[in-house]
């Protein structure tokens, strides 16, 4: 513990412990309450600080508790009894001031991602053809059953099908509390070993998918003129989906000018659908793209799990014959059985634990 509650640490929670004292105040003006745009981010803010302030202030409670009955302890003419009493209620108070400085510590190391209740998560089809896209479906599942089991919602914005049931792209937004710190870790890239459906001498293969998780954003969040930005193609789209898919313009693509970014978009037969979809998607890649920069300068030596969408890295492996999956980067193997069914809270809980370690060192 000694080695995090550093001067600069502690100044940190003090600050927001200020502003979220301070934004209290300011909500409770007749200004802020004319303002409805003001009035809902500070609300927001306010939110995201009780998280942290609460215990903080619990912490503080208890520290000067345990200053109080150490002093008593310490006392050399002080009232035996009452010594004793102290003395017992020391260990006690300790661990509850100790438990709550753990959370906090894992509360401003995890930083923004705990507030982010929103993500857009894409999963594509890698090496392996139709077998590739078998494994982003199965992908798929697994992220829906484990969503399932967390109480998250899932919306699939868009895919692309492929023969024998696969997919070779899918994109859905999944919502909860702190999903980001469930969705983070699944960025990169994931190999499968198995024999195919479509293997006719029962070998073994090896293909891939690609995963990124970018948080979702509003529209509002990030600095994009949708008029000079973004250039919009709309045509038909093309693929099954019934006469008014194919005969009606529907399909909509979105070129974002000053990064390149493109987001084509068909899934529904409506194009003002598939436009709110699109600008869903590129919303959140545009804030990823100019977060990944900023991040960068800030620090070019400091890597974090969480948020890297790195999809060239191979995170791991799940391998069907021997009813094996495993994360490379805790470097520990799972049920596969547990796995494909959603169960992925042991695995999120050791990622997490070693996640804490990279961002204590770096802290």
Not at 201 to 216: D, F, I, K, N, Y
Not at 282 to 301: G, M, Q
Request: glycine content about 6%; charged content about 30%.
């Amino acid at each position: 513990m000694s080695t995090i509650l550093t001067p600069a640490f502690l100044k940190k929670l003090d600050d927001m412990a200020k502003r979220y004292d301070e934004i209290g105040e300011l909500l409770g003006t007749p200004e802020v309450a004319a303002d409805s745009d003001r009035l809902v981010k500070l609300s927001m803010e306010h939110a995201n600080l009780k998280r942290m302030v609460v215990p903080y202030v619990k912490y503080r409670k208890l520290n000067e508790q345990i200053e109080e009955h150490q002093s008593i302890v310490d006392d050399a003419d002080g009232d035996k009894e009452l010594q004793e009493l102290a003395e017992m209620e020391l260990p006690d108070l300790t661990e509850q001031r100790d438990t709550i400085m753990d959370d906090l510590i894992d509360g401003l190391l995890i930083g923004d991602d705990a507030n982010v209740n929103a993500v857009i998560v894409e999963v594509r089809a890698g090496t392996g053809g139709d077998e590739a896209a078998i494994f982003a479906a199965d992908l798929l599942e697994i992220y829906q059953r484990y969503a399932a089991s967390q109480g998250f919602k899932v919306e699939v914005l868009d895919e692309s099908a492929s023969t024998q049931g696969g997919l070779k792209e899918v994109v859905f937004a999944v919502r909860g509390p702190a999903v980001l710190t469930h969705f983070g870790y699944e960025a990169g890239g994931h190999r499968v070993q198995r024999v195919p459906v479509t293997e006719t001498q029962g070998r073994v293969h090896t293909s891939a998918a690609t995963v990124a998780v970018l948080p979702e954003v509003e529209e509002a969040d990030v600095d994009i003129d949708w008029e000079k930005d973004v250039i919009e193609h709309v045509s038909r789209s093309s693929g099954p989906g019934g006469q008014n898919v194919n005969k009606v313009a529907s399909a909509i693509k979105l070129d974002h000018i000053p990064t390149g970014i493109t987001v084509s978009m068909q899934d529904e037969k409506s194009q003002h659908k598939n436009r709110a979809k699109g600008r869903r998607i590129l919303a959140s890649r545009v804030k990823d793209y100019y977060d990944t920069i900023e991040r960068n300068k800030r620090d070019s030596a400091r890597k974090t799990m969480i948020g890297s969408g790195d999809r060239s890295q191979r995170i791991r492996t799940y391998n069907f014959p021997q009813n094996r999956c495993t994360d490379h980067r805790v470097g520990k193997n799972y049920s596969l059985e547990k796995i494909s069914a959603g169960d992925l809270e042991q695995m999120i809980a050791d990622l997490r634990s070693l996640d804490r370690q990279q961002r204590l060192a770096n802290a």
